[in-house]
Every structure is written in C-alpha cells, then in structure tokens.
C-alpha cells in the first residue's frame, strides 16, 4: 500500500519551503520543470518521494490553473508519496511552521 499526503502553506513560498523541509529532514531537492505543472522541487530518498510546487500552475488559456482546486487558498504545496506510513516524516513537517496538513489517500 502507499500512502499519499498533501501539505499546504500560504505562509511560505516554495523555495522557502525548500530550504525548511531540507532542513528539517536532510533530503536534497531538485528544480523540475514541467509543461503541465511548472517548476516544481523533488527530492527522492529514506523518506519515498516529496514534491514542493505551488499551486497555481500554468493553463492552457494562459491563465493559472490551481493544481489542487480543493485547496485553492493555499499558495504552495508539499506532496508525499511513500510505500508505507511514514510517522517521522509527519512528525517532523508537523515541527514547520505554517504547513498544515490536508489530506491522506492510502492506495
């Protein structure tokens, strides 16, 4: 089973994120870019897989679209996959200031 989480924050920017989740996990992160999502940050490791990107990614209209409409109010988001619960990366992005969790879905 793997487990997915989603992370939101309104009170920081993603490259902001980036430098805390980093420095509160030791994880390194790289810049991707993507046609569908934009510039997004991933970093792979103990942990499985986390993504930082902000919500607002670019549309076909040339308008930006959010990423996750259910949380249109939150300007970045922190995506978790991992192949089992993970209690200790939840315990420490709880510890960030700002990161509220959102949601769980277990596949």
Same mark, same amino acid.
């Given at each position: 089973? =793997?487990?997915?989480?989603?992370?939101?924050t309104? =009170?920081?920017t993603?490259?902001?994120?980036?430098?805390?989740?980093?420095?509160?996990?030791?994880?390194?992160?790289?810049?991707?870019?993507?046609?569908?999502?934009?510039?997004?940050?991933?970093?792979?490791?103990?942990?499985?897989?986390?993504?930082?990107?902000?919500?607002?990614?670019?549309?076909?209209?040339?308008?930006?679209? %959010?990423?996750?409409?259910?949380?249109?109010?939150?300007?970045?988001?922190?995506?978790?996959?991992?192949?089992? %619960?993970?209690?200790?990366?939840? =315990?420490?992005?709880? =510890?960030?200031?700002?990161?509220?969790?959102?949601?769980r879905?277990?596949?």
């Amino acid at each position: 089973m =793997t487990d997915y989480d989603t992370y939101g924050t309104s =009170t920081h920017t993603a490259s902001e994120l980036v430098r805390l989740v980093t420095g509160h996990l030791d994880v390194v992160f790289t810049e991707r870019e993507s046609d569908y999502r934009g510039v997004y940050h991933l970093a792979q490791g103990t942990y499985g897989r986390i993504e930082i990107q902000p919500n607002a990614i670019p549309g076909d209209d040339g308008q930006d679209d %959010p990423y996750a409409p259910e949380h249109s109010s939150v300007r970045v988001l922190l995506l978790t996959d991992t192949p089992a %619960p993970e209690p200790t990366l939840h =315990t420490r992005l709880g =510890t960030i200031q700002g990161l509220v969790h959102l949601s769980r879905e277990s596949w």
